[in-house]
């Protein structure tokens, strides 16, 4: 697997995240949004470098001008509903995107800290050979990710296929490493610790999901 560690070197970015991480700022669910999709943008202006491009001729007012444009299609795919703010910024930069989306949630059976991976609800149009990129902000143990490739994967084969994390723990990383192609390539903005007990991330910043959109059931 190959692995983008954006925030290796100091950007606007790190502001960003230092925000998400926040607890006073984090009480602003609108300003979370925001930060999250912000750090979307980011991250597809760094994944765009490592998409193929070609030769186009443009038309200008003054004469032709001779430039590059993306190659292939991009279908963007959030993992439901903490993805929803990081796959906006996202479609900032790719906007003529096609885009999916995917439930996938913990599913605690016995009501302790076992769980399964269900994935319930998909829609999604053909990235068959296209770019697909994956996005969900928070990569804990990787179960999540793994259960929706494997749901993807089932009848469609894309081009490449990126997969965009906000903070990642280096337990998700590995499970990843582990369970996916070689050639996926996998973005993250920060790498944290550790999991806890209880497979959050630390120090993270809590649940992303809650943060943006309130708290459920």
């Known amino acids: 697997m190959h692995i983008h560690y954006i925030s290796e070197n100091n950007s606007i970015l790190n502001h960003f995240l230092a925000q998400i991480r926040d607890v006073h700022i984090q009480k602003d ?26 030769p186009i001729d443009v038309q200008t007012p003054m004469g032709i001008k001779k430039t590059t444009t993306i190659a292939d299609n991009v279908v963007l795919c959030s993992i439901l509903r903490a993805g929803l703010a990081l796959h ?84 998700g990383v590995a499970f990843l490493e582990k369970n996916l192609p070689a050639n996926c390539h996998l973005w993250i903005a920060a790498l944290d610790e550790k999991l806890n007990e209880k497979n959050y991330i630390v120090p993270g910043l809590g649940d992303a999901g809650d943060l943006a959109y309130g708290d459920k059931l």
């Open 88 to 171: 906006t910024g996202f479609m900032s930069f790719f906007d003529s995107a096609e885009n999916g989306f995917v439930s996938a949630y913990r599913h605690h059976y016995n009501n302790d800290d076992a769980f399964d991976i269900l994935v319930e609800y998909q829609a999604a149009p053909s990235f068959e050979g296209k770019n697909l990129i994956l996005i969900d902000p928070m990569l804990a143990t990787g179960q999540s990710l793994v259960a929706v490739f494997n749901k993807l994967m089932t009848e469609k084969k894309p081009k490449e296929i990126h997969i965009a994390v906000v903070i990642a723990a280096p337990e």
């Open 29 to 54: 669910s609108m300003r979370f949004r925001k930060n999250i999709e912000r750090i979307g943008e980011i991250m597809a202006y760094e994944l765009s470098k490592n998409l193929e491009y070609k």
